[in-house]
Nanobody, 121 residues
Framework: QVQLVESGGGLVQAGGSLRLSCAAS????????MGWSRQAAGKEREFVAT????????IYADSVKGRFTVSRDNAKNTVYLQMNGLKPDDTAVYYC??????????????WGQGTQVTVSS
């Protein structure tokens, strides 16, 4: 079975940093585009970032561009999201996703359970 497990969420002050991790199992990790989406309370889930099979291509939502960095370690079957300059608007549940082709919207084939990120003022 495919399993994606997020970790690293928590409470941070505005302007701070946080690093999320997603450990994948049950799939050939290196042939999947990996990425992240998020959902704030009362709002629709939105695309955050994605990264290609070997990490050569990354795509970011305009709202996080320049502040967030997505990366992957295929030897560890893990994808990361480094979040810098956090804002209260970044508060959301962050989900890790996997898809065999490129994706820039909420269209992953598999999703994790999510990890809560809360940014205080």
């Amino acid at each position: 079975q495919v399993q994606l497990v997020e970790s690293g969420g928590g409470l941070v002050q505005a302007g701070g940093s946080l690093r999320l991790s997603c450990a994948a199992s049950g799939l050939n990790f290196s042939i999947y585009y990996m990425g992240w989406s998020r959902q704030a309370a009362g709002k629709e889930r939105e695309f955050v970032a994605t990264i290609s099979w070997s990490g050569g291509t990354t795509i970011y939502a305009d709202s996080v561009k320049g502040r967030f960095t997505v990366s992957r370690d295929n030897a560890k079957n893990t994808v990361y999201l480094q979040m810098n300059g956090l804002k209260p608007d970044d508060t959301a549940v962050y989900y890790c996703g996997a898809r065999r082709t490129a994706w820039t919207s909420d269209t992953a084939d598999y999703w994790g359970q999510g990890t809560q990120v809360t940014v205080s003022s």
